[in-house]
């Protein structure tokens, strides 16, 4: 796969916010800690998981780059 197609793909993936706090919990972080990890604030990871906002343009992409490399299997019922 070419880093473009590579690329494409992450833009499909929705995080949502039962997908959010799974991913934080796989990581074994706070919300404060995983804001400081992503640059942002504590109340928009809060705001997440809540399903208040979802995570748009970059931080979208970087929650699924980090959700990649740390192992975290997206495609599974979060909710298990």
Avoid at 14 to 33: E, P, Y
Avoid at 34 to 48: F, H, N, P, V, Y
């Amino acid at each position: 796969m070419s880093q473009i197609d590579g690329n494409m793909a992450r833009k499909e993936l929705v995080w949502d916010n039962r997908r959010i706090r799974a991913l934080r919990k796989h990581l074994g972080l706070t919300q404060s800690k995983m804001a400081d990890e992503l640059g942002t604030r504590q109340q928009t990871i809060s705001e997440w998981e809540i399903g208040m906002y979802k995570p748009r343009g970059t931080s979208a992409t970087l929650l699924t780059i980090v959700a990649e490399r740390s192992g975290f299997n997206y495609n599974t019922d979060p909710e298990k």
